[in-house]
């Protein structure tokens, strides 16, 4: 995000995380099953459940539980169904807003976003009213310190689409979604295995905010995120260093 630190954001997002290690573990699971329903149980044939397992795989979900994810994802094992449900809105400060969640009750999700908006004085939306805000990228983020013109070269040699410093000296590696596992695999082959690495949404301009508005924005992030059936939230919030700082604090 221009003019702030995409680090930052990235760790804080871990920290959180790691503070609810277990609701992590139970969405892992969840993308694993629905990737693997969706485009098969072969990782090397379905990029989607490639990426998922390697999500999982970072975050020390166990082995023996990343396979029954993907045998009942397959239809090889019982379990619940889960279906893709995607909502927009938005929050503080005008930031726009976009939910993924995968749930086996679309009213009790429906529910818990739409209270989470609500107590974190945001607004829930029409289907379409933000998406237009967002594309759909493969991102690999290298932390500051690392060579810059080696990764550009390297990544250029890979196929990414971009590469773009931050002012904090982090490095993105952007590439098209159906790109975004071989670009990766060549350049950790070539000896620049980033540090973080996803299929995501990112915003095509970012939102500017205070202090005040920050602190709000993240409040809600966090209250979406308290739910166990939202996978992912994804805003155009540019957010201060400090708004962080002062969190952690």
Known sequence: MAGHSKWANIQHRKKAQDARRGKLFTRLIREITVAAK????DPDANPSLRTAIDKAKSQSVPKDAIERAVKRGAGELDGSEYEEIRYEGYGPGG?????????????????????????GGGNLGQS????????????????????ENAIIEAALEAGADDVIAADDGSIEVLTAPDQYVAVKQVMTKAGFEPEESDLTLRAQTSTELGLEDAQKVLRLVDLLETS??????????????????????
């Open 38 to 41: 969706t485009g098969g149980s």
């Open 95 to 119: 930031v726009a807003f976009i939910v993924d969640c995968l749930s086996d009750n679309r009213n009790r999700t429906v529910a818990d976003v739409r209270h989470a908006f609500s107590k």
């Open 128 to 147: 379409g009213s933000v998406a237009y805000l967002f594309d759909s990228v493969g991102i690999l983020l290298y932390p500051p310190g690392s060579d």
């Open 228 to 249: 166990d059936d939202v996978q992912e939230v994804y805003t155009n919030a540019d957010i201060p260093d400090e708004a962080y700082e002062a969190e952690a604090g």
